[in-house]
């Protein structure tokens, strides 16, 4: 529930409701707004009772929230949250972050490569995955901490903050050692105990939308995160499994804006994985921007035509520096910053 108080309510009257919810064994969460207050109400399984709220005075509207989320929700946090990774700050309206990387580190020499040609392009993070979901098993699995050591020295050498995905509880706290941000898989988005665990250790985490997750589903797995105390989420969109067969995914990108409304938390786009195609890559990441994302994650190999994973839709360098230029010239179509 979200108590709003009356634009002139006073500090006892917001003190005596913040005491009537913990009375009633919930916690309360004061949200201060530009013209009143807000009281939010954490802690309920169910609907909460008006009754006790009636008669206080100071309130003018008691509102039910049913969804299943609520600290990442605008009601409960109305300002723009600023994720820092590194020194890239992500969020909405400010200066959009590019992610780039291979799909998986193949070896020192394969990710360090990589790295200097995207940082040289103007990239912000380095991403590449030690730990793959792979469809398959007998598909390459990835080097594991090895390439996550790789990941790191290659961040360090080219100055860029690194994020790497995790697959198991067991694998957190090595990787937050290492990575600037650490990446829920879209297979995992759901892995309800992987997602506590990241929210009880100290830094960003990216989380990807389900492959048929409804954007209900994607908010409630980030509200986990949010509710074991971490607060640096970013929402990565990588394309969801509609009837459409012609491409990987279909890019949903009216969630962009949508969830610009809903949450305060930052939206990031994956092109890559939605499309599947290197030659679709550019012109959905410049879309992206144009509809207000906070960033773009694509991958990047120096050979794609090698590459032990995603080939098809890796950038080669000379691809990556010219989807950096052309969402230079895109920037200024992008949607007025709130
Ligand atoms: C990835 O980004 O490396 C990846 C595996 O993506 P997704 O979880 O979106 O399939
Ligand atoms: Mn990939």
């Known amino acids: 529930m979200l108590i709003v108080m009356e634009h002139s309510a006073t500090q006892p009257q917001i003190d005596t409701v913040i005491a009537a919810v913990r009375r009633l064994g919930f916690t309360p969460q004061p949200i201060p707004g530009e013209n009143r207050m807000a009281i939010g109400v954490l802690g309920n399984q169910g609907y909460v009772d008006d009754e006790p709220f009636r008669?206080?005075?100071?309130?003018?509207?008691?509102?039910?929230?049913?969804?299943?989320?609520?600290?990442?929700?605008?009601?409960?946090?109305?300002?723009?949250?600023?994720?820092?990774?590194?020194?890239?700050?992500?969020?909405?309206?400010?200066?959009?972050?590019?992610?780039?990387?291979?799909?998986?580190?193949?070896?020192?020499?394969?990710?360090?490569?990589?790295?200097?040609?995207?940082?040289?392009?103007?990239?912000?993070?380095?991403?590449?995955?030690?730990?793959?979901?792979?469809?398959?098993?007998?598909?390459?699995?990835?080097?594991?901490?090895?390439?996550?050591?790789?990941?790191?020295?290659?961040?360090?050498?080219?100055?860029?903050?690194?994020?790497?995905?995790?697959?198991?509880i067991d694998q957190v706290e090595t990787v937050a050692h290492l990575a600037d941000c650490l990446q829920i898989g879209a297979r995992n988005m759901q892995n309800f105990d992987l997602l506590k665990e990241v929210g009880r250790i100290g830094k960003p985490v990216m989380l990807k939308r389900g492959i048929s997750a409804t954007l209900e589903e994607f908010l409630a797995a980030a509200e986990y995160i949010v509710l074991e105390g971490n607060v640096d989420v970013i929402l990565c969109e990588r394309g969801i499994r509609t009837f459409e067969r012609a491409l990987r995914s279909t890019l949903d990108l009216g969630v962009v804006p949508f969830l610009r409304q809903v949450t305060h938390l930052p939206v990031i786009v994956d092109p890559s994985h939605a499309l599947g195609r290197r030659d679709l890559v550019t012109p959905m990441a410049k879309a992206a921007l144009v509809v207000g994302a906070a960033g773009v994650m694509v991958e990047v190999h120096p050979d794609p035509a090698n590459a032990l994973c995603d080939g098809p839709q890796s950038l080669d360098p000379p691809g990556f520096t010219q989807l950096m230029r052309e969402l230079g010239a895109t920037r200024s179509l992008s949607t007025p910053r709130a």
């Open 55 to 168: 008669d206080l005075p100071g309130i003018q509207e008691l509102i039910h929230v049913t969804k299943p989320y609520k600290l990442v929700s605008r009601d409960f946090h109305p300002h723009d949250s600023v994720v820092v990774v590194g020194g890239a700050k992500v969020g909405w309206g400010l200066e959009p972050v590019v992610i780039a990387g291979p799909c998986t580190v193949e070896s020192r020499e394969q990710v360090l490569v990589t790295a200097k040609a995207v940082k040289a392009a103007g990239a912000r993070v380095l991403r590449g995955g030690a730990f793959k979901p792979r469809t398959g098993p007998h598909a390459f699995q990835g080097l594991g901490y090895e390439g996550l050591e790789y990941l790191a020295e290659a961040g360090r050498e080219v100055g860029l903050p690194i994020i790497t995905e995790v697959m198991r």
